[in-house]
């Protein structure tokens, strides 16, 4: 199983949350949970106006042998207005535009979408229960 819980974050409201969503999936091939603006097609939808955060921005997906990987799907500009980074224990690092990491098993960490234009940032924590 994975669970996902957001946080879309703003400088502005204080640290403030403008929403708590929560999504879980059965770690079962083939299985896809969503991150992005379209709510008919994710499941953990970010505030319509956030323009840094595509249609569909993230995607988690469980392989053949049950491992989640964590993809940062391409948009339609050809450079991102964001930066996606994932965070396990102590290590930090970037994801790609258009990549793919796996996440570990019985692992959690956070999936932060970061503004580069503005200070606010879509938080992705996971948890992943073996």
Not at 36 to 65: I, K, M, N, Y
Not at 95 to 113: D, K, M, N
């Amino acid at each position: 199983m994975l669970e996902l819980t957001m946080a879309a974050v703003s400088a502005a409201e204080s640290g403030a949350t403008a929403g708590m969503l929560m999504a879980d999936a059965p770690s079962e091939p083939g299985t896809v949970l969503r991150v992005g603006r379209d709510t008919s097609l994710c499941r953990l939808a970010t505030p319509d106006d956030w323009l840094f955060v595509s249609r569909v921005h993230l995607e988690f997906q469980c392989a053949q042998d049950g491992g989640w990987h964590l993809t940062w799907l391409r948009g339609s500009l050809p450079e991102p207005s964001s930066e996606v980074r994932l965070t396990v224990g102590e290590y930090t690092q970037p994801v790609a535009y258009g990549g793919t990491v796996p996440l570990p098993r019985g692992g959690s960490g956070e999936v932060v979408i970061l503004d580069r234009t503005a200070p606010r940032s879509v938080n992705v924590g996971f948890y992943h229960e073996v």
